[in-house]
T-cell receptor, first 114, second 111 residues
Framework: GAVVSQHPSWVICKSGTSVKIECRSL??????MFWYRQFPKQSLMLMAT?????????EQGVEKDKFLINHASLTLSTLTVTSAHPEDSSFYIC??????????FGPGTRLTVT | SQQGEEDPQALSIQEGENATMNCSYK?????LQWYRQNSGRGLVHLIL?????REKHSGRLRVTLDTSKKSSSLLITASRAADTASYFC???????????FGRGTSLIVHP
């Protein structure tokens, strides 16, 4: 099946710094990718839809200036958490759609802001 | 919201037993999917069932869909310790193909 990678797997940063998370489709092209956030033992919450060649579409309540998304190519989308604070600590997961409506998920990135 | 809600929230069984998880949703859907998530990892797509389908099988997995009751069930037969994971249902509809996820069922299979 299709493979999606994320980098880094985990990151610890200090409050006020910015962190960039990469999402890559390894063996297929993805004009659209999705970014989710997941708190412990909670559901995945869609943050934004990343679109190659155009601006990302953010879900209601998600600050676009805080969570910067760039779909740099047909295989790469990046999420930058700017001026991170402890409440931004979470598990961030990206996905890319398959041929039907199934999603191929990356392994996730654990962000801890101290 | 299309969000599904899984039931039970947690399930603990012995290896070899069957595990049944349920998902309920509120509005009409196009598709319902089940995903698996191992602890601290991404989600893996298990099975997709369309709104005009009632049952699908994949290996030890059996999924049913009852659109009149707005519910679905995932049955894992002859469970194994390796089936230990969280299982999520995801629905899409209302003009959007983007799935929205329920809170998941945490399944523990004891060897």
């Amino acid at each position: 099946g299709a493979v999606v990678s994320q980098h880094p797997s985990w990151v610890i940063c200090k409050s006020g710094t910015s962190v960039k998370i990469e999402c890559r489709s390894l063996d297929f092209q993805a004009t659209t990718m999705f970014w989710y956030r997941q708190f412990p033992k909670q559901s995945l919450m869609l943050m934004a839809t990343s679109n190659e060649g155009s601006k990302a579409t953010y879900e209601q309540g998600v600050e676009k200036d805080k969570f910067l998304i760039n779909h740099a190519s047909l295989t790469l989308s990046t999420l930058t958490v700017t001026s991170a604070h402890p409440e931004d600590s979470s598990f961030y997961i990206c996905s890319a759609p398959g041929l039907a409506v199934e999603q191929y998920f990356g392994p996730g990135t654990r962000l801890t802001v101290t | 919201s299309q969000q599904g809600e899984e039931d039970p929230q947690a399930l603990s069984i012995q290896e070899g037993e069957n595990a049944t998880m349920n998902c309920s949703y509120k509005t009409s859907i196009n598709n319902l999917q089940w995903y698996r998530q191992n602890s601290g990892r991404g989600l893996v797509h298990l099975i997709l069932i369309r709104s005009n389908e009632r049952e699908k099988h994949s290996g030890r997995l059996r999924v049913t869909l009852d659109t009149s009751k707005k519910s679905s069930s995932l049955l894992i037969t002859a469970s194994r310790a390796a089936d230990t994971a969280s299982y999520f249902c995801a629905t899409d509809g209302g003009g959007s193909y983007i799935p929205t996820f329920g809170r998941g069922t945490s399944l523990i299979v004891h060897p």
